[in-house]
């Protein structure tokens, strides 16, 4: 199924360059067109074409059901177009050189066709969101830019301490305030060797010179 499905993608793949070439206008022009009605087989939303089963041709049951090609321009509504598989549908079409395709496709009764729910992935446009931190540098609001200011030029201002007597580059209280960790950061990425630690106490004492003197023999008469 998957290889039959993969084949009906590339014969709609030929038919809608086919169809580009030929314009819209080929509409009212070409061979004449022919009516008929059934429901939708599959179409990608990615893509924007897929196959109409139809079931009846100006009236009469066609049986088994003949594919018709349909690209997303040939579809009658507003918005997004596209087919939810198994919706009904009625259209005119035509006999080309790759097989039928659909001219002009509408829901039951000529209504608008009803389209599938599913959306193609990546194509969806996102709400630009401001990244963090953006503010006027005019006023100091964070809910628009400095170009975008309704307010005249303000004098510049430090945005430290939103002071107007200096800049930031000057400011005592950022230079005041050292950052978190900064102490620790100064310690571990310093350069300067760290003072050599006191000598050991000198257990062994240097011999001290004796107090006592040396007896001496007397030499006395006899």
């Known amino acids: ?25 080929e509409r009212g022009s070409g061979p004449q067109s022919v009516s008929g009605a059934g429901f939708c087989k599959w179409f990608n939303v990615r893509m924007g074409f897929g ?15 003949l ?24 259209f005119t079409y035509k006999k080309s050189s790759k097989g039928l395709e ?5 829901g039951p009764g000529g209504g608008p066709c009803a389209g599938s729910e599913r959306r193609p992935k990546g194509k969806v446009l996102l709400q630009k969101r401001k990244p963090k931190g953006d503010r006027c540098y005019n006023c100091g609001g964070l809910d628009h830019h400095a170009k975008e200011c309704g307010l005249p030029p303000q004098p510049k201002k430090c945005h430290y301490c ?34 050599p630690p006191p000598p050991p106490p000198n257990l062994h004492r240097p011999p001290q010179p004796s107090t006592l003197t040396e007896c001496k023999p007397l030499d006395l008469p006899i």
Do not use: N, Y
Not at 16 to 23: F, I, P, Q, T, V
Not at 51 to 65: D, H, N, Q, R, Y
Not at 72 to 87: A, C, I, P, T, Y
């Open 102 to 106: 659909s001219l002009r496709v509408t």
């Open 162 to 195: 939103q002071s107007i007597a200096h800049m930031v580059a000057l400011c005592p209280h950022k230079a005041a305030a050292p950052a978190p960790g900064s102490q620790d950061e100064h310690a571990s990425t310093s350069h300067t060797p760290p003072p």
């Open 67 to 90: 594919d018709v090609f349909v690209h997303q321009s040939k579809l009658v509504m507003d918005g997004f177009r596209s087919l939810k598989e198994g919706e009904q549908v009625e």
């Open 51 to 65: 196959f109409i089963s139809m079931t009846s041709s100006e009236g009469s049951l066609v049986e088994p059901p």
């Open 1 to 25: 199924r998957e290889r039959e499905r993969e084949g009906e993608r590339e014969r709609g793949r030929a038919r809608e360059r086919e169809s580009e070439r030929e314009g819209a206008s």
